[in-house]
């Protein structure tokens, strides 16, 4: 039967409404029937959902479809529309936040004649925005910061600590920045949670949508402390991002997020606390437990952090800053995380992760999973050879368990080298100041 | 299906509160995260997210352990004779239904013959191609009363067979071969909640957008299961079936390898780590009956120009192997023999050359189709980079993309395929056969389809293998598809539940779980 386990983590896309409605060129009809498109529409209601609407007469047709396209899509969506009609409708549901504000999406109709063959109509295109706020906007020469609570002093500040941060890191990864990047504050927890979607873990105060180039941020008028910290941080993904993508491989979250923390804060003394105690109480967790999600309880989430920026430390101390430069530009060509590592540093992440424990005063970490599962309730009747029967015996028999041994095996080994997630929405801790 | 990617973006806070981490046997109920059933009919649904829930409500004669073992469900025994051209089931006594009605071997005959219904055939039909005027009757060109499946008395199935098949013990474990009641076609009541009428160890109860409610039934051949109820979610609103979990909102469920590898190191939840083995292999065809892919030559070209070994090493998923063939390991007639796909840049230029398109000059414009698998930007991005083809790329939802596979074909497609039954044929004939129901590229060939038949007549274990290896070897050199992975996944499972554990089809039987009393 089928499956489909390996469906795409990407989409960090959005929903819009900015009415930025582009009619590009209608494609050519490429079979004898053919249509006659009038001009789409498209209309966007915050978390609620995109609805576009496409007039046409003419040639009946068999099927109709709309053709969405995403940022950092490499191709085409295609949704079948259901109950055809003229005007052709869709809507595309956010509701469970499946796309997040400042998404650019371009959209087209297409009907398909009984011939199979095909005809488009025109180009939509249109950005989703959070409309429940009359935004304000200040372009700076990386950032575009878009606020709506607090005077401009507030915002020329937000802005130039985006300016400065993106400066920083650029500098340090040795990444050129030419697009622009989007700058969402918030000034309130609820709406900020809104915008994010409802997958978003409690102590997130920033997050980086690498795809669409936005960072979204909490930060209060009265609280611009904290903006000093989460703006250079969640900029720092957009850069390294920027320097490392490419269609293979991810980084190891840790070395994503290490990095944010050193050039947003540095290896501050909160974080050398967190590291201190997790060694001295043998619950450190080693880089490879940090390389996708961080764990989802709050005082391990901090020492997944707390580790992240530990780590880099850790090398520049020993290696110096020279090599992260190196090691951005061998992700950007695809290598794996330890032909990156050997790049960079001479040795793969084993052995840094070795030197890192080491340099904590640790030596070994302990697993705790995976575990076999405990056998449940037989039927009467089942015997561990298989069923009664008589003549030649199924395929199924006398392959009892070689396929879950196998994987088990494979699992408890590989484990340890599981890689890292797709940082096309990275979610950052509050500030822990 | 979609199981997986269905499930990871989901999630609804339902089930009844309970404390987290502690067993409790008298708990009788569990909420699972899950897939909704397309379908709740075994002859129509097609993919394993539905099948999870089919196999808990429709029983079929035999069942798959955790062992890969055939074992008996409805059928107490079966007894192959005339030299294995004939497969005979022994039904249990006193079978009923849910609702009381007996279950008979005529149940059986019919529940198999609507599989084959050439108005309305099964996408999973062609598991029957091996029994006596089936694929005539599916293809409209026989009779139903022409195929080898006849009841003997009300307690005894027998099946004929063209040619010996020692597998299809096995293949009657399959899902879509479940037993259901005479008037599904007629009663819509049967497959709705509340009315529901089925034959396994649950009932549907309750069927929303978001849960489907099962009961268990007391009619069932082995007794009522341990567990009274059980929320089976496929939406949890888009929050975390991790913290979903750790809030004990959800007993069982499938999460994703960026989470396990944490949880590995979590003194709480890495003992409930649970790793969900899964006989499965992902694959890329071919429209083989369009130009440029009825080219062998472009297809080589394709097979070996892409590293497709690194690029699934770099996907970074420490469950999922680079493919060796099309039958997964641990399935029976997997062989020792590498048949995957071999980069080798040279040959594949040189094949690009003999095919007319030296360097990828003059290649047409064509497009991968997929429901948008991890794999695509690199095989897009190899192609241009190593053999000079941009080819295009678009992304359909499965419904669209399904039917599209079966009406016509894209150019190059993607597919994951799990066991119906932990049989090599599952991958191969099932898959590569001539004319069958899920030979998406529509190949043909002479020489795999005689191995095929000769793996599934062998009378030992040695002979069935080297067929099974000639066939690989054909589709290894022929290229209608290319194996790429397979896969596997991770799991958390309440402390106290037992009997979590996927079967050779990569199902759970729900009528295995249960709450420890420890």
């Not at chain 1, 490392?244 to 290490?258: I, K, Q």
């Not at chain 2, 026989?142 to 013990?169: C, N, R, T, Y």
């Not at chain 2, 129901?437 to 000769?454: H, K, M, P, V």
Request: glycine letters at 10%; proline letters at 6%.
């Amino acid at each position: 039967m089928i499956t489909s386990r390996r469906a795409v983590a990407h989409r960090g896309c959005a929903v819009f409404v900015s009415g930025l409605l582009g009619l590009l060129a209608l494609a050519a009809p490429v079979s004898a029937a053919s249509v006659s498109f009038g001009t789409p529409t498209a209309t966007s209601a915050f978390a609620k959902g995109v609805a576009f609407t496409q007039p046409v007469s003419g040639a009946s047709f068999t099927e109709a479809d709309i053709v969405l396209t995403m940022p950092g899509d490499i191709g085409p969506s295609v949704v079948k529309i259901k109950n055809p009609g003229s005007p052709l409708k869709y809507t595309f549901d956010t509701s469970t936040g499946q796309i997040q504000p400042n998404t650019k999406v371009s959209a087209r109709f297409q009907v398909v004649f009984a011939d199979g063959t095909t005809q488009q109509g025109p180009e939509i295109k249109v950005t989703y925005v959070d409309d429940r706020f009359h935004w304000q906007t200040k372009i700076g020469t990386f950032v575009t910061l878009h606020w709506y609570e607090g005077d401009a002093a507030f915002a020329q500040q937000a802005l130039t600590m985006g300016e400065n941060g993106i400066s920083k890191s650029a500098r340090f990864l040795g990444v050129t920045e030419t697009a622009p990047i989007d700058f969402f504050v918030y000034a309130d927890q609820q709406s900020f949670y809104d915008a994010l979607g409802p997958g978003t873990r409690e102590n997130v105060g920033g997050e980086a949508n690498t795809v669409t180039r936005t960072l979204f941020a909490l930060i209060a008028p009265t609280d611009l402390g904290y903006a000093r910290t989460v703006v250079p941080h969640e900029l720092t993904h957009v850069v390294f991002d920027d320097g490392t993508t490419n269609p293979y491989h991810s980084p190891p979250r840790w070395l994503n997020e290490g990095l944010a923390v050193y050039l947003s804060e540095g290896f501050g003394s909160s974080d050398k606390s967190l590291v201190s105690q997790a060694a001295k109480s043998k619950t450190l967790m080693p880089l490879q437990a940090l390389t996708g999600q961080f764990p989802t309880t709050a005082d391990r989430f901090y020492l997944a952090y707390a580790e992240s920026v530990s780590a880099v430390d850790y090398l520049i101390r020993k290696y110096g800053q020279a090599p992260f430069q190196k090691l951005v530009k061998s992700y950007r060509t695809g290598t794996s995380d330890d032909e990156a590592f050997t790049v960079a540093f001479g040795v793969d992440t084993a052995a840094v992760n070795k030197g890192w424990l080491a340099d904590n005063g640790v030596t070994s970490s302990q697993t705790f999973g995976p575990q076999t599962a405990p056998a449940g309730p037989v039927p009467p009747g089942w015997t561990t050879s298989g069923g009664s029967h008589g003549g030649q015996s199924g395929q199924g028999s006398g392959e009892a368990g070689l396929l879950i041994a196998a994987v088990l095996a494979l699992g408890g080994v590989v484990l340890l080298g599981v890689a890292a997630a797709t940082h096309t929405r990275d979610r950052d801790a509050q500030p822990r100041l | 299906m979609v199981l997986v990617a269905t499930v990871l973006v989901a999630v609804v806070a339902v089930g009844a509160a309970w404390r987290p981490f502690v067993a409790d046997a008298a708990r009788d109920s569990l909420t699972i995260l899950g897939a909704s059933a397309a379908s709740l009919d075994p002859a129509v649904q097609s993919d394993a997210g539905s099948a999870q829930v089919v196999a808990q409500v429709f029983e079929s004669l035999t069942a798959i352990d955790t062992s890969l073992h055939v074992q008996p469900a409805l059928a107490a025994s079966w007894e192959t004779q005339d030299g294995g051209k004939k497969v005979v089931f022994h039904l249990r006594s006193n079978l009923t239904f849910s609702n009381g009605a007996p279950l008979t071997a005529s149940d059986v005959v019919s529940s198999w013959t609507r599989v084959l219904n050439p108005k309305a055939p099964s996408q999973l039909a062609s598991l029957l191609d091996d029994v006596v005027g089936a694929r005539a009757y599916r293809e409209g060109k026989g009779q139903a009363s022409a195929v080898g499946i006849k009841a003997v008395g009300s307690g005894e199935v027998e099946v004929a067979l063209v040619s010996p098949a020692a597998d299809f013990a096995s293949i009657a474990s399959s899902p879509t071969l479940a037993v259901v009641p005479s008037d599904i076609d007629s009663n819509p009541g049967v497959l709705e909640a509340g009315s529901f009428v089925g034959s396994g160890a649950y009932v549907v109860s309750g069927l929303t957008e978001t849960e489907t409610t099962l009961a268990a039934n007391s009619h069932y051949w082995a007794g009522a299961p341990a567990i009274a109820t059980i929320h089976l979610m496929s939406d949890i609103g888009g929050k975390s079936p991790v913290a979903e979990f750790e809030a004990g909102r959800l007993d069982y469920t499938p999460i994703s390898l960026y989470d396990a590898a944490w949880i590995a190191y979590d003194p709480t939840l890495g003992p409930l780590l649970r790793i969900e083995p899964s006989p499965s292999v992902e694959y890329y065809g071919f429209n083989m009956t369009k130009a440029p892919f009825n080219n062998v030559h472009v297809r080589r070209a394709f097979a070996t120009g892409i590293d497709w070994r690194r690029i699934v090493g770099l996907q970074s998923n420490p469950l999922e192997s680079p493919a060796t063939g099309m039958v997964p390991v641990g399935v029976a007639g997997h062989s020792t023999t590498d048949y995957g796909p071999k980069f080798d840049l040279t040959t594949a230029k040189s094949e690009l050359a003999a095919a007319g398109f030296p360097n990828g000059t003059g290649f047409p414009k064509v497009t991968l189709t997929t429901t948008g698998a991890a794999l695509d930007a690199a095989i897009v991005r190899q192609l241009h980079d190593n053999l000079g083809i941009d080819i295009g790329y678009q992304v359909m939802d499965w419904p669209t993309y399904n039917a599209r596979l079966l009406s016509d074909p894209p150019a190059m497609w993607q597919m994951g395929w799990v066991a119906d039954y932990p049989g090599a044929n599952d991958f191969l004939g099932l898959l590569l056969g001539s004319g069958t129901t899920n030979n998406f590229g529509r190949w043909s060939s002479a020489d795999f389809d005689s191995a095929i038949q000769g793996a599934l007549a062998a009378t030992d274990t040695t002979a069935m293998q080297s067929s099974f290896d000639k066939a690989q070897s054909i589709v290894a050199d022929q290229v209608p598809v290319i194996p790429v992975d397979y896969g596997a996944g991770y799991s958390l499972a309440a402390k106290g539940l037992l009997g979590a554990i996927p079967n050779g089809q990569g199902l759970v039987r729900y009528a295995g779980l249960s709450w420890s009393s420890k």
